[in-house]
């Protein structure tokens, strides 16, 4: 029922920042960001809890990442900065149901029930 709209993809430089945007038809609840390359497992990225309270990342972003959320504009961000080439990969969001959530069944692909469409982030000089 709930519906995931991402956008803010796009090309940079490395060491170039973005700021990836998810509007939800719902409340924000557990959200999390995915990413996969071509070829490449769908990897956890980062996920928040409603309100903010948890936040988790991937030991690969951390310090350069930051997931934030407005529940009144019912929208997840994602800030990356310091982006590396090994970034590159198509970005998605996604929704699960629960108030909060530990930091393993935040990186499990199967907590989540919704997710949007992606949006690509291409970093290369």
């Known amino acids: 029922q709930v519906q995931l709209v991402e956008s803010g993809g796009g090309l940079v430089q490395p060491g170039g920042s973005l700021r990836l945007s998810c509007a939800a038809s719902g409340g924000i609840n557990v959200m999390g960001w995915f990413r996969q390359a071509p070829g490449k497992e769908r990897e956890f990225v980062a996920a928040i809890s409603r309100g903010g309270g948890s936040r988790y990342y991937a030991d690969s972003v951390k310090g350069r990442f930051t997931i934030s959320g407005d529940n009144g504009k019912k929208t997840v961000y994602l800030q990356m900065n310091s982006l590396k080439p090994e970034d590159t990969a198509v970005y998605s969001c996604?929704?699960?149901?629960?108030?909060?959530?530990?930091?393993?069944?935040?990186?499990?692909?199967?907590?989540?029930?919704?997710w949007g469409q992606g949006t690509q982030v291409t970093v290369s000089s």
């Open positions: 996604a929704w699960a149901p629960q108030l909060s959530i530990s930091f393993e069944r935040a990186t499990m692909t199967s907590t989540y029930d919704v």
